[in-house]
């Protein structure tokens, strides 16, 4: 059983909050997670029974007179009839970890979490597997750039492209490589298709849905352009919003902010659409083995998506709740085109930048756009490649292997 990053920080929270309310994408382990932290005194019930879902959406008080706390819901979001009894129940004492949840249709879920555990209740986000606790080190910190010694890279350099094209769902890395696309079909309409219809059954059918999720992927690290997406899937830009929206709130995809700090010029007003697991993105693009993912056109799009979810679940896994954006400015210097950096960290007042290359000789030149990050606000600066090892190419310069972070 691979260990969560989490565990130690939900048991943690669970000392100073009456409720604890695990949430993130279908799949990623939540039940599993939660069902290795019960002790012998938590009851556990899963609204996935149909009778316990009929209990609890008719009956609320007899629901926990069977089910007492303290105790796990699972899928609490089929459920919202028991959020008014839930309040009733944890305001009667002051005893922490009363409560633990799962749940997964987040608009929803939220929305009757605010309306009626406002101040009760301590979220937590669960990503898919991070590549931290994939190599058996799920306490790893959250990264800053410093530099002590130079460090071998756990993982080779095929071992590392084949981790990308897997990803981080839990079940791909026991489902044997010819099926993985067909799991990944499966999770499409059955999870994710069933989600949005639920919000909205007559929002988009199977195909449409299948084709908006591969535009999506081909155009993964891009800034994101409604119209454009529209005009491709066929779809109304009103439903293409809508789905976006979705889909982020179903944790599929991220959106990257542009930074607006007033130190920094922009005039990049969009944010940068990424995907949360490689392994879908590139099922979704026909990417089924490091060989056609090293051949793809798309494959450094790919890798910097990869890298920059793998830098924010490392933060967030760790309770680390930095800023991310990129950065990016029109026509600077000389007409030699725009200024990027793919990543930039903030906490604290400084600010970390971050440029990705699926490259494993990495030169000084990759990070000519740092300078524009003013010299008092820059923290060290690093390289995200498949070098393999943590080095120096200057005193401000970090080498970082992509399976470091």
């Not at 949430?23 to 609204?47: A, E, H």
């Not at 298709?193 to 059954?201: N, Y």
């Not at 693009?285 to 830098?311: C, N, Q, T, W």
């Not at 971050?354 to 740092?370: D, G, H, Q």
């Amino acid at each position: 059983m691979i260990e969560r990053t989490i565990s130690k920080r939900f048991l943690s929270l669970a000392e100073d909050f009456k409720v604890l309310l695990v949430t993130g994408s279908r799949q990623v382990g939540k039940t599993t997670l939660l069902k290795m932290l019960l002790d012998d005194l938590r009851n556990y019930v899963t609204l996935d029974n149909k009778a316990s879902l009929n209990l609890a959406k008719e009956d609320p008080e007899s629901f926990f007179i069977l089910n007492p706390l303290p105790c796990l819901i699972d899928e609490v979001q089929r459920a919202p009839e028991l959020f008014l009894k839930i309040k009733e129940l944890v305001d009667s004492s002051d005893k922490k970890n009363q409560l633990w949840l799962t749940g997964s249709q987040k608009p929803r879920l939220m929305k009757h979490v605010s309306d009626t555990l406002s101040g009760r209740v301590c979220e937590i986000d669960m990503f898919p597997f991070s590549q931290a606790e994939k190599q058996g080190e799920p306490y790893r910190q959250s990264f800053y750039p410093e530099f002590d010694v130079r460090k071998p890279s756990p993982w080779e350099y095929i071992e590392t492209i084949e981790n990308i094209v897997i990803g981080g769902y839990p079940e791909m890395l026991s489902v044997k490589m010819e099926n993985r696309a067909d799991w990944l079909a499966s999770y499409i309409s059955t999870y994710l298709l069933g989600d949005i219809l639920d919000e909205d059954e007559s929002l988009i059918d199977i195909l449409d849905f299948r084709r908006l999720l591969q535009v999506l992927a081909a155009r993964t690290a891009e800034q994101l352009n409604y119209t454009a997406i529209a005009s491709e899937t066929g779809l109304s830009v009103y439903k293409v919003k809508k789905l976006v929206s979705l889909l982020v709130s179903y944790g599929i995809i991220f959106l990257l902010p542009p930074y607006s700090g007033n130190t920094l010029k922009t005039i990049v007003k969009t944010p940068r659409m990424h995907f949360t697991d490689s392994g879908l993105c590139c099922a979704l693009l026909g990417i089924e083995d490091s060989g056609s993912f090293l051949k793809h056109p798309l494959a450094g799009r790919i890798f910097e998506s990869y890298v920059v979810s793998e830098m924010i679940r490392n933060a967030r896994n760790n309770g680390d709740y930095a800023n991310f954006y990129f950065y990016r400015e029109e026509n600077k210097g000389n007409n030699t085109g725009p200024a990027e950096i793919d990543l930039l960290k903030e906490k604290g007042g400084i600010i970390y930048p971050f440029e990705i290359k699926l490259n494993a000789t990495p030169v000084i030149k990759m990070s000519r756009w740092f300078d524009a990050i003013p010299d008092d606000r820059r923290g060290m600066g690093t390289i995200v490649c498949m070098s393999n090892e943590k080095t120096l190419l200057s005193k401000e310069l970090l080498v970082l292997p992509v399976s470091m972070i």
